[in-house]
């Protein structure tokens, strides 16, 4: 069964540093896509950045990059120079393949910026 | 972008009653919605797989007959609560998959069941 781990509950980082979301997934698919979310205190989910299995870039969108390890099924969150506004919990979700468009999603991890 | 309205955003009611909960796809046509539940400080849970026209597809172990949902339209998806208890209390988050081919989230459902 396909399943999403991240093994962080919480994080801390100084305003201005990077920080690496740790993600890893389980499943048997061949295609798949992995997706990461941000979700601040109010509850919303603000996507943040795609990476699909065939893709051979690793993807990135602005402060955010996705070290994408296949072999490993691993998919970690890199948030580049760091903004106190990132303050917020962050989830990992796996899509699965052909026949479904569910999204699964990891426990998250809290992530905490500090001046 | 593609919004999805969810209504309303907080909502207390007493134990025994029934809540529902709205959906709507502003500017796109949602074939599909998915509803989750989240518990404080957990992830989000899938409950069910909404579409237009159908029924419902359920998680294991989530009671249709307590949680109705109901799709009429391409655009609107509602998740009815009933005969709700305090256990029900919950974060209740909506998404629809829109026309980029992207997850687009509603904005929640605080429930609280007293």
């Known amino acids: 069964a396909q399943k999403i781990t991240q093994t962080q509950p919480g994080m801390f980082v100084q305003e201005k540093e990077a920080v690496t979301l740790d993600c890893t997934y389980d499943?048997?698919?061949?295609?798949?896509?992995l997706f990461w979310y941000k979700q601040p205190s109010s509850g919303e989910m603000i996507f943040l950045i795609y990476q699909g299995s065939y893709d051979e870039q690793n993807a990135t969108e602005g402060r955010y990059s996705l070290n994408f390890q296949k072999a490993r099924k691993s998919a970690n969150l890199v948030i580049s120079a760091s903004q106190l506004g990132d303050s917020a919990m962050y989830f990992c979700?796996?899509?699965?393949?052909?026949?479904?468009?569910?999204?699964?999603f990891g426990t998250g991890t809290r992530l905490q910026v500090f001046p | 972008g593609a919004v999805v309205s969810q209504h309303p955003s907080r909502v207390i009611c007493k134990s025994g009653t029934s809540v529902k909960i709205e959906c709507r796809s502003l500017?796109?046509?949602?074939?599909?919605m998915f509803w989750y539940r989240q518990f404080p400080k957990q992830s989000l849970m899938l409950m069910a797989t909404?579409?237009?026209?159908?029924?419902?597809?359920?998680e294991q172990g989530v009671e249709k007959d307590k949680f109705l949902i109901n799709h009429a339209s391409l655009t609107l998806s509602t998740l009815t609560v009933t005969s709700a208890h305090p256990e029900d209390s919950s974060f209740y988050i909506c998404s629809a998959i829109d026309q980029a081919d992207s997850y687009t989230f509603g904005s929640g459902t605080r429930l609280t069941v007293v």
């Open positions: 979700a796996m899509r699965k393949g052909y026949n479904t468009d569910k999204l699964i």
């Open positions: 499943t048997s698919d061949q295609s798949y896509g």
């Open positions: 500017d796109f046509q949602a074939t599909t």
């Open positions: 909404s579409n237009e026209g159908s029924k419902a597809t359920y």
